[in-house]
């Protein structure tokens, strides 16, 4: 019941309708969406954004973590994990605005290098080789301080006297955290990779749609955008919502589907 907004991907719904009046089309919307020819390219696109952003962007916050820990000046270390941790307060605008400054093709910063240097400047945001890359790695920029938070968290509960048994053994640093804190913190980096999992299919439509245009559309146009579009902008509710209905459901499935293979292999799971 606290689901039943869900009814209306399966009716044409108007402005002016309530939920329950809007007339009945079944399957309708979801055989348009899985018909157009955007389907494959929104489907691509979604899954490749998430997969390199999971790839490169999850082991990062751990390296960070694992960093950190080891820094033994106490005024040092805060200072450096307040320092990460700032980029993720920024705003998605003014994330985007910073990505501007420095690739922009008038005035960027990395432009002007190029000329200055006897190259030619590129159109950044209107190739799309660049979109990615640009996309991905400021996302990693911006969260990886503050998603390295709970590692530190579960590194500060690792037993003391582990290490201390290790250095009596002759144990370096570098066999301390790959014999005691990153066995230690096994669970809580599996936990996470099961919880990005669910989120394979999913990707916030805010930043993209600052950052993209019509002439990246073939490597920066996802399903949120899509969605975005339809939804709000052409305001066929019904068809946003039988689309948003199919990528929850398509990541509630691959959340099932990690939590399995999690527990089959390594005997760790969500549930």
């Known amino acids: 019941m606290p689901m039943y907004g869900a009814i209306i991907a399966f009716k044409d719904f108007q402005l002016g309708d309530t939920i329950f009046s809007a007339a009945w089309v079944g399957l309708k919307w979801f055989k348009d969406f899985f018909g157009s020819i955007s389907f494959w390219r929104l489907m691509k696109n979604t899954l490749v954004i998430n997969f390199y952003s999971l790839l490169f962007g999850f082991p990062i916050p751990i390296f960070f973590a694992l960093v950190v820990n080891e ?4 005024k040092f270390k805060r200072i ?29 910063v990395i432009n002007n290098i190029l000329e200055s240097f006897g190259l030619d400047r590129i159109r950044f945001f209107l190739e799309s080789q660049y979109f990615r890359p640009l996309y991905i790695g400021s996302g990693i920029w911006q969260s990886f301080g503050y998603s390295s938070i709970i590692y530190i968290a579960a590194m500060s509960g690792v037993n003391v006297e582990l290490y201390e048994a290790a250095v009596v053994d002759g144990a370096s640093r570098l066999q301390q955290i790959w014999h005691i804190t990153l066995p230690a913190i096994r669970p809580t980096i599996i936990i996470l990779l099961i919880l990005n999992m ?17 002439a990246t559309y073939d490597v920066a146009d996802v399903i949120s955008t899509y969605v975005y579009r339809r939804g709000l902008v052409q305001m066929e509710f019904s068809f946003s919502t039988a689309i948003g209905l199919y990528n929850s459901v398509l990541n509630f499935i691959l959340l099932i589907a990690a939590n399995a293979a999690s527990r089959r292999i390594s005997g760790i799971s969500l549930w």
């Open 198 to 214: 669910g989120r394979l299919m999913s990707e916030g439509f805010e930043k993209i749609i600052l950052m993209y245009s019509p």
């Open 80 to 108: 450096v994990q307040t320092v990460s941790y700032a980029p993720y307060f920024i705003s998605t605008v003014v994330i985007v605005g910073i990505l501007y400054n420095l690739f922009g093709y008038g005035h960027g």
């Open 71 to 74: 820094i033994r000046i106490i």
